[in-house]
């Protein structure tokens, strides 16, 4: 099984000791010695450290994010962030070195990495990583243990107990609280130690021993038995208990570390010798590692960009509605202007009108007349809020069907350029300011099969709808989408053969699926041939009129279920 197939736990699995020495036993024989070459901050609490070792180059993530303190290696990663001051200092800081020593002690969960100018010589900097939850940090030392930069400046007010910045001399964490576990231990010492104080078994584990993480406890106790009292515990269950203890201690002692996913979170440690995969890859723990953050971490990055990019298309479509509503308003008063000629009319056919009576009657003249001229400018008004209406709601519908940050930045630079036609976004200055609005590269809509093998293209957003109506579609093609509903287009590349029943079904079970109508059990659809379709001048892309049409039922299930066949 992959490391993606894993179900998402509703929070990450913190990197515990055990972890942390799994990870770095594939470390030692993959690194030591390795040049450094690059440090780059990929984000705001993650830096990136390229290493080139006789094996080859190797990248290397390390994070003090509070909820998901980490270090692994990574695949090769895109060139980011090399400006930022953090990696500018490890840059210059570890420049012409390479990586001798990798130390972690005892049970504490912190990493430091030597450099060196070569194997054998002194250590001239080391990179301290200490993965402990929010209290997590990154700090480079010199040879005398200075703090020459660190990732968080922790500040006398903010802990009086370890303050630290640029200059001071590094100290390392508290000791840890309780004992370190220990294979020399007998059985009956370990039993009396968990029983000095009648309290629940994983409180007793988590206070008597070092190391202890909830998620090892989970790994080590059967369900439900974290809430036994240490008094009520069986013979039996302490046998249980102690067996999976020394399976624990045996594992990391030895070295016999494993990748295994979990349903609710992964395990690093093989219980036994026989648990141990019988193909193990190389650094298939700091691969199984990378993939399960990229997953979970890009998993939660997709809910907060869908989130913010939700609310800033509800108040683009509330402004858009407001505006359109006074337009409205001013169109319903036309009718109001043949009223006030009458009335100018009445007054100026008295036999002897007044002065007063004329300068009335010219009053509503000019009034009726401005009203008059009003139609002109306010229905193309009115039909561009309309249009961009349409297009906000069809956005939405996209965003909540969007299952890729991709997806969803594609919306977004779909939504500034609105914003910048509109003149609502003002540009600030520099180069990516002077481009917004502006949507690069060749749009890559979904592509599928119906079920005989005809090709179907699905458009995911408004260029993606441009792009396969009108500059992929050729004569032949089929055009589907809701009727009267915000959704995608989508083309059937009819022009290939002639398209069956089936075929003609199955698009239109598809266009029903990528709409608004997704919830319900049957949706009609509208199937166009594409020569039939017409752009709408000054509308946003992707937005079409057309002529005729038949009208199909599709059901959005029946696609979900062609959609799992071809994504086996």
């Known amino acids: 099984m992959s490391p993606c197939q894993a179900v998402s736990p509703s929070r990450l699995q913190a990197v515990d000791v055990t972890t942390l020495r799994a990870v770095l036993a594939e470390w030692r024989p993959l690194l030591l010695p390795s040049r450094f070459e690059k440090a780059q901050q990929a984000s705001p609490q993650a830096l990136q450290i390229g290493l080139r070792s006789l094996s080859g180059s190797h990248w290397l993530e390390i994070s003090w994010q509070a909820e998901a303190a980490r270090l692994h290696t990574i695949p090769p990663p895109p060139r980011q962030g090399d400006g930022s001051t953090l990696a500018q200092q490890l840059q210059h800081g570890l420049r012409g070195l390479a990586l001798v020593e990798i130390q972690q002690q005892g049970w504490e969960r912190v990493v430091e990495l030597g450099f060196a100018r070569r194997p054998g010589e002194p250590v001239l900097r080391w990179l301290v990583v200490e993965l402990m939850g929010r209290h997590s940090n990154l700090l480079l030392l010199d040879a005398d243990r200075q703090v020459v930069a660190l990732a968080r400046q922790v500040k006398p007010q903010q802990s009086r107990l370890r303050p630290i910045g640029t200059g001071d001399p590094y100290q390392p964490p508290p000791p840890l609280a309780g004992e370190p576990p220990r294979l020399e231990e007998s059985f009956e010492s370990w039993q009396r130690r968990l029983r000095l104080v009648p309290l629940p078994l994983q409180q007793a584990l988590r206070d008597a021993y070092q190391g202890i993480s909830p998620a090892l406890l989970r790994q080590l106790l059967p369900y439900g038995w974290g809430e036994l009292s240490v008094d009520s515990i069986s013979p039996e269950q302490w046998q249980q208990l102690w067996q999976g203890w020394r399976q624990w201690l045996e594992a990391v002692q030895m070295g016999r570390f494993s990748w295994q996913l979990e349903p609710a979170g992964y395990r690093c440690w093989a219980g036994s010798s026989g648990d141990t995969p019988a193909a193990n890859p190389a650094l298939a723990i700091n691969q199984g590692m990378a993939a399960y953050f990229s997953e979970h971490l890009g998993a939660q990055l ?70 008059r001229r009003s139609v002109a400018a306010i229905t193309p008004r009115l039909e561009q809020h309309r249009q961009r209406l349409a297009s906000l709601e069809a956005s939405l519908t996209y965003l909540e069907q969007a299952d890729s940050l991709e997806q969803v930045g594609s919306l977004v630079a779909e939504l500034e350029a609105l914003l910048a036609e509109r003149g609502q976004r003002k540009p600030a200055g520099g180069r990516q300011r002077r481009r917004a609005g502006v949507i690069e590269g060749v749009p890559q809509p979904l592509e599928l099969h119906t079920p005989s093998g005809l090709p179907v293209q699905i458009g995911r957003n408004h260029r993606q709808n441009e792009w396969i109506a009108f500059r992929q579609a050729r004569r032949g093609d089929l055009w589907f989408h809701a009727q009267e509903l915000p959704g995608s287009h989508v083309v059937l590349k009819s022009s290939e053969r002639l398209a069956s029943d089936a075929d003609l079904q199955a698009a239109a079970d598809l266009a029903s699926h990528y709409s608004r109508g997704r919830g319900n059990r049957r949706v009609p659809v509208v199937m166009v041939p594409t020569e039939e379709l017409q752009r709408i001048p000054g509308a946003a892309p992707g937005t079409v009129r057309h002529r005729g049409g038949s009208v199909l039922w599709g059901e959005p299930q029946r696609a979900l279920s062609l959609l799992m066949e071809q994504k086996r």
């Open 302 to 371: 997709l809910v907060q960009q869908r989130q913010q990019l939700q609310h800033r298309l509800q108040a683009t479509v509330e402004r858009e509605s407001r505006q359109a509503s006074e337009q409205q308003a001013l169109l319903d008063a036309v009718p109001e202007g043949e009223a006030l000629q009458r009335r100018a009319d009445a007054l100026l056919s008295q036999l002897q009108p007044s002065r007063q009576c004329i300068e009335e009657a010219q009053k509503l003249y000019k009034t009726a007349r401005k009203r």
